[in-house]
């Protein structure tokens, strides 16, 4: 049996049903419209894994007076004339389910024959290789060659409406509610970039931002930590989430304050979480993106996906292959990650350094063109955070430990500024009109030393 003629009785099949009963939600969940060959198949499959998300069944009603099928109800009700039965249902998706991976196998095979054939050196060749085909698996979830844009539009619909109705799908929150609203809701599927100059508490943001991904959303995500050990991310990211200071934990909790040892009873408590948590951390010192590839397909076939992927930091890493210069090193490997976000599905967020430009400029902000060994950071992020307290570079400042967190590019949303408060426990929230106190202040401050220069 052809695949048009299996799609085209499978459709009938449910409609039949009319879009009830556990053997459709089955299928349903089984199949996904790259599994469908003909451009009007993938229309109505569609519009039944949108119904049935919005918990309507999908009959032929339902169907036919869907969005994606405005034009198709003739055909529609055609096939629903020429099925007899919804019995052979289940069949005909494990029919057309085979189908689909023999067909992709062959377009896999077909790209790797392409590849082996080129007069490019080894490495390349198995990099390239590596991106299209699993050695466990034997397939990654890629597509091949340009899209119609009635496909296109199909996506963009699906995407509009998880934002709409479903937005954990599409948007990954990062546990800081000021953040999340300038982003536009969260992080989006893409790379980046969270940047500063030493001890402004980059590691810090990014253990709450793993906090809130992998405990609070029990998300599986990956952790690359090239600078620390294995143990002390773990410090760090239940420090920030119990809440406990650094030191109290490496003290055993001596405190005369706490003779009860209240805080040690909330330690082990938290720390049980860790344990029901997703959360990988690799601590190899010389990672590379191929390494990563590798650990976030091992978390995908075990979960089903991955929901973020960390990596501290990106100067720090392995390249693939030698470049004569270490800022075209850096950009081809700030490209792969990139590509890395759409391959997953998931936010690819990680840590960069500065090349302390920004130390020698009357405002020390840093801005995106600061991020040291490479100009391609800017072109590839999508989003970019330097982090500023003003604490670290003047030391009567009032602002004290209060850290700006500056969206200073964001290719989904608006750019902005919000504030943290660097504890011994992390980062807190600050009450909103602490900081616009120290704003006024400084404006009134700055105003005065107008003044006081035009006299």
């Not at 999908?58 to 003739?74: E, K, W």
């Amino acid at each position: 049996m052809d695949s048009h003629l299996t799609e085209q009785n499978l459709l009938g099949a449910i409609m039949f049903l009319k879009g009830f009963g556990d053997t459709v939600d089955e299928v349903l969940d089984l199949l996904n419209i790259k599994d469908f060959c003909s451009q009007t198949h993938k229309h109505i499959f569609q519009a039944m894994v949108d119904l049935k998300q919005k918990g309507i069944n999908p009959d032929v009603n339902a169907v036919t007076q869907h969005r994606f099928c405005d034009d198709g109800y003739l055909y529609i009700y055609e096939t629903l004339k020429n099925t007899s039965s919804g019995y052979n249902l289940k069949a005909y998706a494990e029919h057309l389910k085979k189908l689909s991976e023999l067909r992709t196998i062959q377009q896999r095979v077909n790209s790797i024959n392409e590849l082996i054939s080129k007069p490019t050196d080894l490495d390349t060749k198995l990099n390239a290789i590596s991106s299209l085909f699993d050695y466990e698996t034997g397939i990654t979830n890629q597509t091949d060659g340009a899209k119609h844009i009635s496909e296109c539009l199909q996506n963009y619909l699906s995407y509009l409406d998880d934002r709409w109705n479903n937005s954990d799908k599409v948007l990954f929150s990062s546990g800081l509610t000021d953040l999340d609203k300038i982003l536009g809701g969260g992080y989006e599927i893409g790379l980046h970039a969270i940047a500063a100059n030493p001890k402004m508490g980059k590691t810090e943001l990014m253990a709450k931002i793993i906090n809130h991904f992998g405990i609070e959303k029990k998300l599986p995500v990956y952790v690359g930590s090239m600078e620390m050990q294995d143990f002390q991310v773990v410090h760090r990211l239940i420090s920030s989430y119990a809440k406990l200071a650094k030191q109290l934990i490496m003290n055993n909790f001596n405190d005369d304050n706490d003779p009860e040892k209240t805080s040690e009873s909330l330690f082990f408590t938290k720390l049980e979480d860790y344990r029901a948590a997703n959360i990988y951390i690799d601590d190899k010192h010389d990672n590379s993106v191929s390494r990563i590839r590798r650990e976030a397909r091992k978390i995908t076939r075990k979960h089903g996906y991955i929901g973020g992927i960390f990596v501290d930091y990106l100067q720090l890493m392995e390249s693939d292959r030698k470049y004569d210069r270490r800022d075209l090193e850096v950009g081809a490997m700030t490209r792969a990650l990139k590509g890395m976000s759409k391959e997953f599905q998931c936010p690819v967020i990680m840590l960069l350094q500065l090349n302390r430009g920004n130390t020698s400029r009357i405002d020390k902000r840093p801005v995106p063109s600061d991020s040291r060994d490479s100009g391609a950071v800017e072109q590839d992020v999508d989003s970019w955070i330097g982090l500023y307290r003003d604490s670290v570079f003047n030391t009567n400042s009032p602002w004290k430990n209060i850290t700006e967190i500056l969206v200073k590019l964001n290719r989904h949303g608006e750019t902005g500024t919000c504030y943290q408060k660097l504890t011994s426990m992390g980062f807190i929230d600050v009450q909103e009109n602490e900081i616009e106190r120290l704003i006024n202040n400084d404006t009134k401050l700055n105003v005065s030393n107008s003044r006081t220069a035009n006299f």
